[in-house]
């Protein structure tokens, strides 16, 4: 039987997934009748989502298939994709197109998990997804000339009672010109009566288009906006992307990697000059609370003086590189998000609740045994917009059991070259391995 859900029953253990769906009542109806739905069918069986809740299904055949799809935010076209799988699946097993990724594999083999990954390595996928790109830029070029050639457009001014017919530059350009709000050329938009009502929403619900917050009535939010300079909106918010045909040109990219390489054209005949370089801030968020800071070492201080978690002491102790400070970030925060102590694996019913528990049992300025976090399924970022594991590197102060704190370092004159060639450390012990070699 075909359901539309919003999810599934919860799932506890190692390859527990991020978000727990629930159920709805099944419908009648199979995989034919999906075909012509709204729905989007897993790949292996018979349960369905709708497509607004991809999000779902890709849990779903995470969980219950051991599917993960890669790079799915650049198919073109989600359903049409898990339509041709399902019926390639059905004619040949998943290890004929699949890598298969084997988690815990040092464990006793009962409790290793076999993974299958789908990517664009595969010929026939990357083909797919090739053909759904072009196919979607098609349509949306052809919406772009309709919406180009249209003088049947009609809409208010958001910032003003202006009324505007005709063709829907002659309100954009208003909208630039008289009140400083320039979302863009009219012809590099596509969709734009969306694109509007979406604007149009967000500041009815007294949302700022830029910063994103959130004020107490229009007058304060038109004088933040105005004072501000926020009459624009925010460039990294993946929503807006869908109205922007630059993000429709090129397969498997964004608006900013073809920036960025446009850039980069125009830089090969420029000199290198960083006197005008400003670094943009971090804004990273605490492991345990929604404080965030602009710089890593003010997080790390909030952590250690609001919830005795010392971050970079752990990562002296411990000798942590830099993957294993990627998989301890994302077990930490995986735990926090299901509301469980990572030292005695007490759930709470509430993330406030648990981190009480935490710092009154000083639980949380431990770590549980290595083997818990130290896994390959927390490679994998709890959040996908978690902007510490941007900032981990390996410190220079961190010495492993394996190194010595007082370690001599000499230099060597490199003022001649030759000389240095016959006379360097380094050529000596090459020489000396070379014979030892020699020998067998």
Not at 105 to 120: G, H, I, T, V
């Amino acid at each position: 039987m075909a359901a539309c859900r919003g999810g599934a029953g919860p799932a506890r253990g190692d390859t527990e997934c991020i978000l727990e769906p629930l159920s709805l009542p099944e419908s009648p109806g199979g995989v034919d009748a999906v075909e012509s739905s709204p729905c989007v069918p897993c790949i292996f069986c018979e349960e369905c989502y709708l497509l607004a809740e991809q999000n779902q299904l890709l849990k779903h055949m995470i969980i219950e298939h051991k599917l993960v799809i890669a790079d799915v935010k650049l198919v073109a076209d989600f359903r049409s994709y898990i339509l041709y799988w399902k019926r390639r699946f059905a004619e040949q097993p998943v290890t004929d197109f699949c890598s298969v990724i084997r988690t815990n594999s040092k464990a006793p083999l009962e409790e290793q998990d076999n993974y299958f990954l789908l990517c664009d390595v595969l010929p026939e996928d990357r083909l797919l997804r090739e053909q759904l790109q072009q196919k979607r830029l098609r349509e949306i070029l052809e919406q772009q000339q309709q919406e180009r050639c249209d003088t049947s457009f009609h809409s208010m001014c958001m910032f003003c009672d202006q009324e505007f017919t005709g063709n829907r530059s002659v309100l954009l350009n208003h909208m630039a010109r008289e009140h400083a709000f320039n979302i863009g050329l009219p012809d590099n938009i596509v969709n734009c009566y969306e694109f509007l009502a979406v604007l149009q929403g967000k500041l009815d619900n007294l949302q700022c288009l830029y910063c994103e917050k959130v004020f107490r009535d229009k007058n304060t939010l038109k004088d933040h906006m105005r004072k501000k300079q926020h009459r624009r909106i925010n460039a990294k918010n993946k929503e807006y992307d869908k109205f922007y045909i630059i993000n429709y040109l090129e397969f498997g990219k964004s608006w900013e990697e073809v920036q960025s390489e446009d850039d980069r054209e125009l830089l090969d005949n420029l000199e290198e000059d960083w006197s005008d370089w400003e670094e943009h801030p971090v804004c990273a968020v605490c492991l345990f609370c929604e404080q965030q800071a602009d710089t890593t070492e003010k997080l790390y201080l909030h952590m250690q003086k609001s919830h005795g978690f010392d971050f970079p002491k752990i990562k002296s102790e411990h000798g942590l590189n830099f993957y294993q400070q990627v998989k301890l970030v994302n077990f930490i925060r995986r735990e926090i998000h299901h509301c469980r102590c990572y030292n005695c694996q007490e759930k709470f019913q509430s993330k406030e609740v648990l981190i009480s528990h935490m710092e009154e049992t000083k639980h949380i300025a431990f770590l549980p045994a290595r083997s818990t976090w130290d896994q390959p399924q927390y490679y994998f970022p709890t959040y996908e917009n978690d902007t510490l594991l941007c900032t981990l590197s390996d410190s220079e102060d961190v010495i492993t059991e394996d190194q010595s704190e007082e370690v001599p370092v000499v230099s060597e004159d490199i003022s001649s070259l030759k000389a240095l060639k016959q006379s360097s450390v380094l050529n000596q012990l090459l020489c000396k391995e070379n014979k030892s070699w020699e020998k067998f």
